[in-house]
C-alpha cells in the first residue's frame, strides 16, 4: 500500500519528467522558428512575378482554368470538373467580352463590348442568338429571335423608334413609331 508521502513523491517525479520535455520541446521550437526566419530574410523578396500564362489545376493535376497573355491582350479561361470551358474573360485591344458555356460547351450568355459599341446575347442550347440587347452611341435595340429571325424588337434611332412585332415568316405585323 502507498503512503501519502510516496504518492507525492511519484506525482512530484512525473512533474519533473514533464518539465523537463516541455523544455526541450520549447529549446527545440525556439531553434526551429530563429532558423526560419534566417532562411527567410537570406531569401531576396519578389515583388514582380511575370510569366506569360498562369495554369490552375486542382489537387489531382486536372486542368480547371487558365490567365494567359495574348498578342493584343489577355484571356482568363474558367473549366468545369470534365475540362469543359464554362466561363472565359477576354480582353484583346479595345474589344473585351465575358462569355459563359454550358456544360455541353455551347456558348449561352455573351456581354461583349469595345470602345463605342456594347451588346449582351442570351442564345440557345444550339447557339443560336434568342435575344440581344445592343447599345451604339446612334442607336439602342432589344432584340427577340426565334429561329434566326427577329420576332420582336424595339428601337431608338436618332430619327425614329419603334416596336416592331413580325409572324414566323418574318412578315410585320405591328410597327410604332413615335417622335
Not at 463605342?116 to 442607336?139: I, K, M, N, T, Y
Amino acid at each position: 500500500m502507498l503512503t501519502s508521502t510516496d504518492s507525492f513523491a511519484a506525482r512530484l517525479a512525473r512533474l519533473e519528467s514533464g518539465r523537463r520535455r516541455a523544455r526541450l520541446f520549447g529549446a527545440a521550437l525556439a531553434c526551429g522558428l530563429g532558423a526560419f526566419t534566417l532562411l527567410g530574410m537570406a531569401r531576396p523578396q519578389t515583388e514582380i512575378l511575370r510569366v506569360q500564362e498562369l495554369s490552375l489545376v486542382d489537387a489531382s493535376g486536372k486542368p480547371r482554368g487558365s490567365w494567359r497573355a495574348t498578342e493584343t491582350g489577355s484571356e482568363f479561361i474558367l473549366l468545369d470538373g470534365k475540362g469543359t470551358e464554362r466561363t472565359t474573360l477576354v480582353v484583346a485591344g479595345d474589344d473585351h467580352g465575358i462569355y459563359m458555356h454550358d456544360a455541353a460547351g455551347t456558348e449561352r450568355v455573351a456581354l461583349v463590348g469595345n470602345a463605342v459599341d456594347l451588346g449582351l446575347f442570351l442564345q440557345d442550347a444550339q447557339g443560336h442568338d434568342r435575344a440581344v440587347l445592343a447599345a451604339s452611341p446612334e442607336d439602342l435595340g432589344l432584340y427577340l429571335r426565334s429561329e434566326g429571325q427577329d420576332r420582336a424588337s424595339v428601337v431608338v434611332e436618332p430619327t425614329t423608334q419603334g416596336l416592331y412585332v413580325r409572324d414566323r415568316q418574318g412578315h410585320e405585323r405591328s410597327f410604332t413609331t413615335g417622335d
